[in-house]
């Protein structure tokens, strides 16, 4: 093995599966506190140890690019980001849900306001990032300009503007898990998440065995980002209409348009029903969720469309779901009751049009206290040919339709393409 040409960058390996010798013990965190202070920061820097009062550090899966960085030499692992300017450019929250340690359990509510209200810990030379970032854009789906030329939507030159550009409010949100609270969504002993954690990410977090004093855990996994389409404040104002998708991520059709799911029309449908609102005087949010493949990935997920298409008697509605399971072990591993954690976050107690046929999405967000008074399925003329097997698999699964649910003759007679069309 080629030796280190300098020792200099090797410094001795801490470890953080106990706590350190030093005397300064961490800020203590106060999850579910209204007021910040009291809460405290979330602070995952690795630049001082003695700082650190979370089990991982910030970025989400980031964390192992930025260890790249360190470790070519393109990055001084003792950078701190220099947040001039950065701060958001409107204001959410807070709401009443910050204050319920049981509402948001799997972000931080202050995530984009920690230079605002731990301004005492940054002049103590903290090292304390946001873990939310809210900027604007405008956006642009071809889609959406077809709509335009049909007639459906219309440019009113400020949210949808010519050649189809919209106006947007885009916040990027990274997790911030507090543990206890996952553990009481899923159900299980707080210790027994923490061991399984620990397990199945290889090890890579031992204080989530050793460390019961460390409540909150940054997973190294993507979050979401939300894009509102008109008033932000609307949001939480019980006199005005708000039309919500959550949209769970779907490289392949979402990008690349791929036509064996519903997933990019029906976006582009949702983000239609939003503006339509919006331009009615309400507002609308997508919330969009790194969960590729319901959460179980883009390898599995291509995996299962081969096995699909390659069975006796080729891709049928009625083993949409056997085949998932037999590479997976398991249809969906989403885990749709912390999607609504987003929702709260925002202020939102109702949802007047829910662009969704999910069931899982569906209880989860009236079981977490949120009223939903309509939910809009994908138009008819909106599925792909390719799709019609995993809208059929769907709706007799439970997924919701205005149309005749399809019985076992109708499900088996359902057919995809096969790989060789
Ligand atoms: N594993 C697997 N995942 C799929 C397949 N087709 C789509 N997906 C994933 O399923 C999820 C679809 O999420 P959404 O678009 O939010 O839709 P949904 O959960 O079906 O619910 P709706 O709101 O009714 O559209 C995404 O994570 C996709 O990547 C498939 O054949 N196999
Ligand atoms: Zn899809």
Known sequence: MEKPKTTSKYK?????????????????????EIDAMKRGPIIGTLTNPAQKNVIGTH???????????????????????????TSPVVHIGPYPSWSDRDKIVSLDPFGAVVGEVFQDYYQKEYDIRPTIAITKAHINMPELQEVVNQGILQVDGKILKDNGNLVVTKIAVDPVWYLPGIAKRLNVPESYL?????????????????????????????????????????????????????????NG??????????????????????????????????VYLRKEGRALGEVTKFLVYNARKRQEGGDRADAYFTRTECVAGVQDMRFQELMPDVLHWLGITRID?????????????????????????????????????????????????????????????????????
């Open 59 to 85: 970025s989400g899966s980031y964390s192992v690019y930025r260890a790249l960085a360190i470790a070519s030499g393109s990055l001084q692992a003792n950078h701190r980001p220099d947040l001039t300017n």
């Open 12 to 32: 001795h390996i801490v470890l953080t599966s106990h706590p350190g010798r030093t005397s300064q013990k961490p800020v203590s965190i106060n999850w579910g």
């Open 353 to 421: 049009r829910l662009v969704s046929m999910s069931d899982m999405k569906y209880n989860a967000i009236v079981n977490s206290g949120i009223e939903v008074i309509e939910r809009i399925a994908i138009p008819d003329d909106r599925i792909p040919e390719d799709a019609q097997v995993e809208i059929a698999a769907k709706q007799a699964a439970g997924y919701y339709t205005p149309n005749t649910v399809p019985d076992a003759i109708a499900l088996s007679q359902i057919k995809g393409r096969s790989l060789s069309e």
């Open 253 to 286: 059709s979402d990008v690349f348009g791929s036509d064996i799911c519903t997933c990019r029309p029906y976006l582009v449908h949702g983000i239609e029903v939003c503006i339509q609102t919006a331009q009615a005087g309400g507002v609308g949010v997508i």
């Open 194 to 250: 923490r061991q399984v954690l620990f397990q199945q990410t290889g090890g890579m977090f031992p204080e989530l065995v050793t460390r019961p004093d460390l409540q909150v855990f940054l997973p190294p996994i993507g979050g979401n980002t939300v894009y509102i389409i008109g008033d932000v404040e609307a949001i939480s104002d019980p006199d005005k209409v708000l039309a919500v998708r959550v949209h769970d991520e779907c």
